[in-house]
């Protein structure tokens, strides 16, 4: 099954039934030639190193608001017996989030890496709290997303100042070029927010701190493998992360059911378009 009971999607589908997909797990270049917002240099930056950063989108005073929003959110979830990474598929429950999945100027960027065609399927929020305990091991997205082909990309945007300090995540710089990578389950004594772990990962490229202030955000590929350490500050470090595909994409485990067309057309007819929540 593909959600839980409470009809949210799980956040770690059941691993039998991802392996019982026949999936193309190809990284594809972008092939946008004449991009809107980036510039040539970073969508070919994005094709050779697997990730784009930093992007500016929020003013300061746009971003405020966007966390007084959160920290109200994340009162209510933990109240409700939720914790700070409980709160995924938000554009499905929350207006205000899908008003984030569907922003134009993020939507401009995606654009400039997926094409014209863009569907928006995924949102969660990653917080991590001071001292929490809680690492993201290394892993690749496309592990965990029923998809094919892995068009597809990930818009992290900081909420929270992100640094080496408070556990910025770390990309391992075009290690998507190695496709499909072996992973072990992770145990309990790695506290991981997740349950994939990539052994050696400097052996796929080198390690770069995801450093950026709030309201900046960085695309990075299906395939690249990244991971965050434990925050051990004093600060918080939260980030929403907004998930997009290529609109010809294929969903398997029902997870069209999550779309939103962003942008352009739906080819396939496959996707749902769903409209703006009006919880909020």
């Known amino acids: 099954m593909s959600t839980t009971a409470a009809g949210q999607y799980k956040i770690v589908p059941d691993q039998g039934e991802l392996d019982s997909i026949e999936r193309d797990l190809t990284f594809y270049n972008s092939t946008v030639k004449d991009p809107k917002v980036l510039t040539k240099m970073q969508v070919g930056a994005f094709n050779r190193d697997g990730f784009v950063r930093p992007v500016p989108i929020y003013s300061p005073a746009e971003i405020a608001g966007i966390r007084a929003y959160f920290d109200d959110l994340l009162q209510r979830v933990i109240a409700a017996g939720g914790d700070s990474y409980s709160i995924s598929s938000a554009h499905l429950k929350y207006g205000k989030v899908w008003d984030i999945l569907t922003e134009p100027r993020i939507v401009a960027v995606v654009k400039d890496i997926l094409g014209e065609n863009v569907v928006g399927w995924g949102s969660h929020f990653f917080c991590k709290m001071p001292h929490d305990g809680k690492t993201v091991a290394w892993h690749q997205d496309s592990s965990y997303w029923p998809l094919t082909p892995t068009k597809a990309l990930t818009v992290w945007l900081a909420i929270d100042d992100a640094d080496v300090e408070n556990a910025a995540m770390r990309f391992i710089r075009g290690s998507h070029h190695f496709g499909h990578m072996t992973f072990r389950n992770s145990n309990p004594a790695e506290h991981n927010v997740l349950n994939q772990t990539i052994e050696n990962p400097e052996e796929y490229g080198d390690p770069v701190d995801n450093c950026l202030r709030a309201g900046e955000c960085s ?55 769903n409209p703006r929540p009006k919880d909020d």
């Open 219 to 273: 695309l990075h590929s299906d395939l690249l493998l990244h991971g965050s350490e434990a925050n051990n500050s004093d600060r918080r470090r939260c980030a929403l992360t907004l998930r997009y595909a290529a609109a010809d994409v294929v969903a398997h485990l029902g997870w069209n059911g999550k779309g939103v067309l962003v942008a352009g057309k739906d080819p396939t007819g496959l996707w749902a378009n």
